[in-house]
């Protein structure tokens, strides 16, 4: 259902230009990969200030990067407050979508295959 709603959003957006806005608040990779299809598909500009990207700091962060690296506007959302306040919506997020907690494993793996990358440059430029 998201993603039908998404689609018909940008179609709108497609259409009629900036008299619409969205941010696509999603961890879920298939819905930020139809988002960018749709846009490439409606002539939806990635800069032009009528879609977003937006994920909580933290969950899916190799996602936000690589939009932000592809020239996305992205937003990355910092809950505040005690722990009392903030674990049962962080808790609820994460029960939302089970794919952020096996995406946690792959973003370690993008992490440290990044990590060795910037190594090997720093030895290799001396």
């Not at 819905?31 to 909580?56: C, H, P, R, W």
């Not at 899916?60 to 049962?88: F, R, T, W």
């Not at 089970?98 to 440059?121: C, D, I, N, S, T």
Request: some cysteine; hydrophobic content about 35%; proline content about 2%.
């Amino acid at each position: 259902m998201y993603n039908k709603n998404l689609q018909t959003l940008l179609k709108h957006i497609g259409h009629h230009g900036n008299r619409f806005n969205i941010v696509v608040a999603s961890h879920n990779e298939e819905s930020i990969s139809l988002t960018i299809n749709k846009m490439q598909e409606y002539g939806i500009g990635q800069q032009d200030g009528t879609v977003f990207f937006a994920q909580l700091l933290g969950m899916c962060d190799q996602v936000s990067y690589a939009l932000g690296q592809a020239g996305y506007l992205i937003y990355k959302s910092l809950p505040i407050g005690n722990i009392e306040e903030v674990m049962p919506y962080l808790s609820r997020r994460a029960m939302e979508n089970r794919a952020v907690l096996h995406g946690a494993r792959r973003e370690q793996q993008l992490l440290w295959g990044e990590f060795k990358r910037r190594m090997k440059l720093a030895t290799t430029s001396k």
